[in-house]
Nanobody, 125 residues
Framework: QVQLVESGGGLVQAGGSLRLSCTTS????????MAWFRQAPGKEREILAA??????YHADSVKGRFTISRDNAKNTLYLQMNNLKPEDTAVYYC????????????????????WGQGTQVTVSS
């Protein structure tokens, strides 16, 4: 079992930046494929970025603005979000999958074993 706790959400003006953090506890962090999703009201949960043991992936919708990173020593996943837009307003979720495949990449919600509680990001125009 692993617990995921997100932090760093909030209210920001368009063009601003936020950094989300996801702190994990439980099993060895490096054994998890990790990802960030978001869900806006009335919309499906969408993948934003994912991290395998050694590779990173960013969805086209956020490429160049959002950056995922992980610190295995601190058991923490990050999402740096720059040049935020009102359409980025959503609840942001940290996600994890226990894997012993170093290249496993989370791409859809059904890949996920564990979810964080979510953190609200609101971007005003």
């Amino acid at each position: 079992q692993v617990q995921l706790v997100e932090s760093g959400g909030g209210l920001v003006q368009a063009g601003g930046s936020l950094r989300l953090s996801c702190t994990t506890s439980g099993r060895t962090f490096r054994n998890y494929a990790m990802a960030w999703f978001r869900q806006a009201p009335g919309k499906e949960r969408e993948i934003l970025a994912a991290s395998t043991w050694s590779n990173l992936y960013h969805a086209d919708s956020v490429k160049g603005r959002f950056t995922i990173s992980r610190d295995n020593a601190k058991n923490t996943l990050y999402l740096q979000m720059n040049n935020l837009k009102p359409e980025d307003t959503a609840v942001y979720y940290c996600a994890a999958k226990l894997t012993f495949e170093g290249n496993f990449l989370i791409t859809v919600p059904s890949d996920v074993d564990y979810w964080g509680q979510g953190t609200q990001v609101t971007v005003s125009s």
